[in-house]
């Protein structure tokens, strides 16, 4: 099998997961993972970016909490100014 680079979007999508994983993991489970806590974790993770990631990458993020023993129970996105917000629980 031919290895294929990843992309900047696949790449960031696994990093949203990451951060997700390591504040749900420190928080204890079920755990609410917020667009501010996430922003302090990685800068590189603009709202925008949070909620195209989820659209468009969802499977790299839900994949990448799997390797941790996570699983994405919800997603709510209540729009611009009104946050984002993760719950984290055990697979």
Do not use: C, W
């Not at 290895?3 to 755990?31: N, Q, Y």
């Amino acid at each position: 099998m031919a290895f294929k680079p990843k992309s900047a979007a696949e790449t960031k999508a696994r990093d949203l997961g990451l951060a997700v994983a390591r504040i749900a993991e420190s928080e204890g489970l079920p755990a609410h993972v917020g667009v501010d806590a996430l922003r302090r974790a990685s800068p590189r993770l603009t709202p925008l970016a949070i909620g195209q990631m989820v659209r468009k990458h969802r499977d790299i993020v839900e994949e990448t909490l799997a390797e941790r023993g996570l699983a994405l129970g919800d997603y709510a996105d209540q729009g611009p100014g009104r946050g984002m917000e993760f719950t984290v629980e055990n697979a």
